[in-house]
């Protein structure tokens, strides 16, 4: 099996290029959730996107790609770190059926979120979801909130995910770069969905452009991690407060959490939930002694 991210450059041109193949990541994604097939399509998909997009990221930062509508696809979110840990996970209608992108989400927005990973300050952007695919939706979002001229393309099989992106980088804007521009986007929109899933990224790359002058970088791995964990867990319950906390054990005789990214199940039974707060100040009886 083979995640890999494998970025390139054009060298006499102003223009980069990055290839995604998602494997075990894809099925490990689809392991822990029996998502229904278009479902299991669209969150490929913007998994491979947001690998895709967290490559033109010129610093550390996590990267989340988040899709909000009406449709039988209300809500899907994909995150991915800047050392390629992914994870993601959708909610959908129980009589979800094929259909057009526009018609999954319904009256839908495209949200790209980045946390610098040495700031607290966040970064969003939130475009209306426009284009009958997610690649053009994509594109036309970095058209609009980037002004970077992109082109994507991508293919979602049972067994693998894959990707192909060209961004024009900032120059001069001479006619010849956009030349350029114009013959590796022709040559990148000859490859079929059969061909970028199949085969392998150095392949791909020699069977696009073997005529232009192309650097390729050594490919870096891309692996599917869930952040939850049960720090994170205590925290969220902490947060709750003990009243919250006490009456869903009252209800419930336990604080059960299960995280939606990858099905892991966190239990607290009224012990375990008493002693999160064992040393919370807000709920002590107050110090009476003189």
Not at 5 to 28: K, P
Not at 58 to 67: A, D, N, V
Not at 106 to 112: E, M, P, S, T, V
Request: glycine share 6%; charged share 25%.
């Amino acid at each position: 099996m083979s995640d890999t991210l494998q970025r390139f450059l054009f060298e006499n041109l102003a223009i980069r290029g990055d290839l995604v193949q998602l494997d075990a990541t894809w099925q490990a994604v689809q392991e822990k959730h029996a998502y229904p097939d278009p479902v299991l399509h669209l969150l490929g998909e913007v998994m491979t996107a947001a690998v895709l997009l967290s490559a033109t990221l010129k610093h550390k930062s996590r990267l989340t790609m988040q899709i909000q509508g009406n449709g039988t696809i209300p809500f899907l979110v994909v995150e991915c770190t800047h050392d390629h840990n992914l994870r993601g996970m959708a909610h959908y209608a129980e009589d979800i059926q094929p259909a057009s992108l526009n018609e999954l989400v319904g009256d839908g927005r495209l949200a790209i979120t980045l946390e610098p990973a040495d700031s607290s300050e966040r970064y969003q952007s939130i475009v209306a979801l426009s284009g009958n695919t997610l690649a053009e939706a994509i594109e036309d979002y970095l058209s609009r909130s980037e002004q970077l001229d992109t082109r994507i393309w991508l293919a979602v099989s049972e067994g693998r995910t894959a990707g192909l992106l060209i961004q024009k980088l900032p120059s001069s804007q001479t006619a010849e770069e956009q030349e350029g521009w114009n013959r590796v986007g022709q040559l990148s929109a000859t490859i079929g969905q059969r061909e970028l899933l199949d085969l392998g990224p150095a392949q791909i790359i020699h069977r696009l452009y073997h005529e232009e002058d192309v650097r390729v970088f050594e490919s870096e791995a891309v692996c599917f991690r869930c952040s939850c964990n049960t720090e994170r867990v205590i925290g969220m319950l902490r947060q709750l407060g003990i009243e919250e906390v006490r009456a869903i054990l009252e209800e419930e005789h336990a604080v059960e959490v299960t995280c939606e990214f990858c099905n892991q199940h966190y239990r607290f039974d009224a012990v375990d939930a008493e002693q999160l707060f064992v040393n919370d100040a807000s709920h002590r009886a107050p110090d009476t002694r003189q």
